[in-house]
C-alpha cells in the first residue's frame, strides 16, 4: 500500500517526467486526452505536461523548468463540451477527461533591436519598436489568457502612455510564455513591449542603488576575475560535482 502511494505521489509532482517506471495497475483513475487529434488513456493525476509524456511524446521543445517559471511549456486546449478554447501552462495544469489539446513549441515573434542609451525615454521608443501597440482595441484577450493573473491590458496601455513604472510593475512575474501574444487581435506581442518597458524604466526611471554601484566598480577592478576564470574552466562532470555540494540556505 505504502509502494502504490508512494507511485501515485510520485506521478502527481508535476516537476518530473514519468514515461517510464510506473507500472499501470497501481493508477487508480484514468482519463481519456486528444492530443494533436488522437485519444490516449492516461493517469488522472497528471499535468497535461506529464501526460503528454506519459503518452509516448517526448518534448525537446514546450518544456522547461516544470514548475511555472520559465514560460516554455504554452498549451491550448477544449475541455469536453465546452466551446470555449483555452490556454495555460502545461505544467500546472491538470488533465481532464475528454480534454483535446495541443502544445505550442513557440510563439512565433520578431524582437527588436535596440541600444536603451540612445532611446528617449517617452512613448516614443515603444511607437518606435513595436508600432502595433497603436493598433490595441482594448479587449482584454491578452489579460484572460495570461497564467501569471498580469494586468497585460494594462500594461500595454500603460506603454501607449509612455508610463514605465506602470509597465514594468504590472509586467514584473511576466514569464513570456506567449499566450497573450497568440491570442491578440492586433497582433501585439505584449512581452516583447514590456521587456522594452521594463529596460527603459531600469536605465532612467530607478537611480542605481549604492550596494550595486559598488558591485559594479568590483567588477571593473577584476575583484572576481579569479574566481570567473576558475569556474568557466571547469568540466561539465565538476561544475556538476560543485552544484551538487554546493552550500545551501536552510530549509
Ligand atoms: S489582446 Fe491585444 S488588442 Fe486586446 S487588449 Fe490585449 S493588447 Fe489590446
Ligand atoms: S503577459 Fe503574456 S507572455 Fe507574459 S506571462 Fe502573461 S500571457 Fe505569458
Ligand atoms: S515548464 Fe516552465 S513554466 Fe511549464
Redesign the pocket.
Given at each position: 500500500m505504502e509502494e502504490k502511494n508512494n507511485i501515485m505521489e510520485r506521478i502527481a509532482e508535476a516537476n518530473r517526467p514519468v514515461t517510464t517506471g510506473v507500472d499501470e495497475k497501481d493508477i487508480k483513475d484514468w482519463v481519456t486526452i486528444y492530443i494533436m487529434g488522437k485519444g490516449y488513456r492516461v493517469p488522472a493525476d497528471l499535468t497535461i505536461?506529464t501526460a503528454i509524456e506519459y503518452a509516448g511524446y517526448r518534448l525537446l521543445r514546450s518544456?522547461?523548468?516544470?514548475?511555472?517559471?520559465?514560460?516554455?511549456?504554452a498549451t491550448v486546449f477544449r475541455r469536453a463540451g465546452e466551446y470555449k478554447l483555452q490556454a495555460d501552462?502545461?505544467?500546472?495544469t491538470r488533465v481532464e477527461d475528454g480534454m483535446y489539446l495541443v502544445q505550442i513549441p513557440f510563439s512565433p515573434a520578431e524582437k527588436a533591436i535596440y541600444d536603451i542609451s540612445k532611446e528617449p525615454y517617452d512613448a516614443s521608443v515603444f511607437m518606435k519598436y513595436y508600432p502595433e501597440v497603436a493598433r490595441c482595441v482594448s479587449c482584454n484577450t491578452c489579460t484572460k489568457s495570461c497564467p501569471q493573473d498580469l494586468e497585460v491590458m494594462d500594461y500595454v496601455q500603460a506603454a501607449i502612455r509612455g508610463d514605465f513604472e506602470l509597465v514594468a510593475d504590472n509586467s514584473f512575474d511576466c514569464?513570456q510564455c506567449g499566450l497573450c501574444a497568440i491570442r491578440c487581435p492586433a497582433e501585439i506581442v505584449q512581452y516583447h513591449v514590456a521587456q522594452l518597458g521594463r529596460r527603459m524604466y531600469g536605465r532612467y526611471g530607478l537611480s542605481m542603488p549604492e550596494h550595486l554601484k559598488k558591485r559594479v566598480e568590483e567588477i571593473e577592478q577584476g575583484k572576481f576575475k579569479e574566481a570567473m576564470d576558475n569556474i568557466t574552466s571547469k568540466s561539465r562532470e565538476e561544475l556538476e560535482k560543485m552544484y551538487a555540494e554546493r552550500q545551501r540556505e536552510p530549509d
Open positions: 505536461l518544456v522547461g523548468c516544470r514548475q511555472g517559471h520559465c514560460g516554455a511549456c501552462l502545461a505544467c500546472q514569464i
